[in-house]
């Protein structure tokens, strides 16, 4: 059975800083990556799609990886700000479309 | 303005009671999924639904039904079955790519249910 953990838990940082975020799943037949953004009582935002086939996503100061093979995803956030504070959420795409999502690393920027 | 649609935006249910919570969409999209999210823990599938009149069971469907008659509609009803029903629920929406691939899904603004 598919599972997605994320670390860390929660981060916090100063605002300026460039920072990771760790995604890992336990079965490396997946379809696609995503990554989301959460804000406290709302839906996910779509951040970056990353097709299995596909090494890496760019979207502004994000940018994800995916290594199929080791089961790990990155999502690198340049100069962070401080309306970056959110939680990050991964999933992975089964062979339905459906997502297996990580429990979400909570990311706060200080100014 | 297109986009997905969920209502209301919180609910709360008297023991005993179903309850429907509604999703639209006007992506155009074919497939279409529930999920729970509680808190400290990930979101989970509920049901899934690919094309209209024909939805498949996900992870946790015990307690839930639901129905898809038309392509931008996919209500979620929360019997009395089940037990614990007090969470945050999710609607998404999604486009069928190239093979078994899929595309990019969507998520609506949510639903807050509270059971009294």
């Known amino acids: 059975k598919q599972e997605v953990t994320q670390i860390p838990a929660a981060l916090s940082v100063p605002e300026g800083e460039n920072l990771v975020l760790n995604c890992s799943f336990t079965?490396?037949?997946?379809?696609?990556l995503q990554w989301f953004r959460q804000d406290p009582g709302k839906g996910l935002t779509s951040l970056l799609l990353?097709?299995?086939?596909?090494r890496e996503q760019t979207s502004g100061r994000l940018n994800a990886s995916l290594d199929k093979s080791s089961g790990r995803s990155t999502l690198y956030i340049a100069a962070s700000q401080p309306g970056d504070s959110a939680t990050y959420l991964c999933a992975v795409s089964g062979s339905q479309g459906n997502l297996i999502f990580g429990k979400g690393t909570k990311l706060s920027v200080k100014p | 303005d297109g986009g997905i649609t969920q209502s209301p935006k919180y609910l709360f249910r008297k023991e005993g009671q179903n309850v429907t919570l509604s999703c639209e969409q006007n992506l155009n999209h074919d497939a279409m999924y529930w999920y729970r999210q509680d808190p400290g823990q990930g979101l989970r599938l509920i049901y899934y639904s690919q094309i209209v009149n024909d939805f498949q069971k996900g992870d946790i469907a015990e307690g839930y039904s639901v129905s898809r008659e038309k392509k931008e509609s996919f209500p979620l009803t929360v019997t009395s079955a089940q037990k614990n029903p007090t969470a945050f629920y999710l609607c998404a929406s999604s486009r069928p790519g190239a093979g078994y691939s899929y595309n990019e899904q969507f998520f609506g603004p949510g639903t807050r249910l509270t059971v009294l």
């Open positions: 079965d490396s037949a997946i379809y696609n």
């Open positions: 990353i097709q299995s086939s596909q």
